[in-house]
T-cell receptor
Framework: KAGVTQTPRYLIKTRGQQVTLSCSPI?????VSWYQQTPGQGLQFLFE???????NKGNFPGRFSGRQFSNSRSEMNVSTLELGDSALYLC???????????????FGPGTRLLVL | GESVGLHLPTLSVQEGDNSIINCAYS??????FIWYKQESGKGPQFIID?????DKRQGQRVTVLLNKTVKHLSLQIAATQPGDSAVYFC?????????FGTGTSLTVIP
């Protein structure tokens, strides 16, 4: 079974631009969560999608948004990029059916975003 | 151990020695804990988990210890191998929310 895939793997943008990242979960998984990873803050939860609906949300500004498609693939969008948005963006998939955070999450390799 | 500072804590061990990585968690209501391993260029990988009603759990070459009194979690790796070199971080789950530590960088010296 293929793992979680994320595209693109690397991205360079400039301040003020917007970016869209993509995540394809493991086949059969319906929950996709997004995280931002930086050296100083570690992993921080952005949001979780299940069955095309945002089920949980972290404490990030409205510039960060996401969506999920009927095939469970998910995208996240960051508008009006800031230098501090430079990070590794990870997505993780799980079955999602229990609705509990304890379900085992499988992480993708991440998209490394650099904002200049 | 875990740190919220700008610099990742580091641990260097000789191949074959045991490694101990520590994590202090903050939420006394957290009832589930996970250790992850993250190799360079890869996403985090689940290693072992433990629930708050346990104080020790063993896996293959890894042991997790939980001390709820002082809110401390540790990961012990027996007979550390070069392939164990990675960043290790803990996660606490409470109220259906994940909270992650910043991680410890483990380097195994051949």
């Amino acid at each position: 079974k293929a793992g979680v895939t994320q595209t693109p793997r690397y991205l360079i943008k400039t301040r003020g631009q917007q970016v869209t990242l993509s995540c394809s979960p493991i086949s059969g998984h319906r929950s996709v969560s997004w995280y931002q990873q930086t050296p100083g803050q570690g992993l921080q939860f952005l949001f979780e999608y299940f069955s095309e609906t945002q089920r949980n949300k972290g404490n990030f500004p409205g510039r960060f948004s996401g969506r999920q498609f009927s095939n469970s693939r998910s995208e996240m969008n960051v508008s009006t990029l800031e230098l501090g948005d430079s990070a590794l963006y990870l997505c993780a998939s799980s079955l999602g059916t229990s609705g509990r955070a304890e379900e085992t999450q499988y992480f993708g390799p991440g998209t490394r975003l650099l904002v200049l | 151990g875990e740190s919220v500072g700008l610099h990742l804590p580091t641990l260097s061990v000789q191949e074959g020695d045991n490694s101990i990585i520590n994590c202090a968690y903050s939420n006394s209501a957290s009832d589930y804990f996970i250790w992850y391993k993250q190799e360079s260029g890869k996403g985090p990988q689940f290693i072992i988990d433990i629930r708050s009603n346990m104080d020790k759990r063993q896996g293959q070459r890894v042991t997790v210890l939980l001390n709820k009194t002082v809110k401390h979690l540790s990961l012990q790796i027996a007979a550390t191998q070069p392939g164990d070199s990675a960043v290790y971080f803990c996660a606490e789950i409470g109220g259906n929310q994940f909270y992650f530590g910043t991680g410890t960088s483990l380097t195994v010296i051949p």
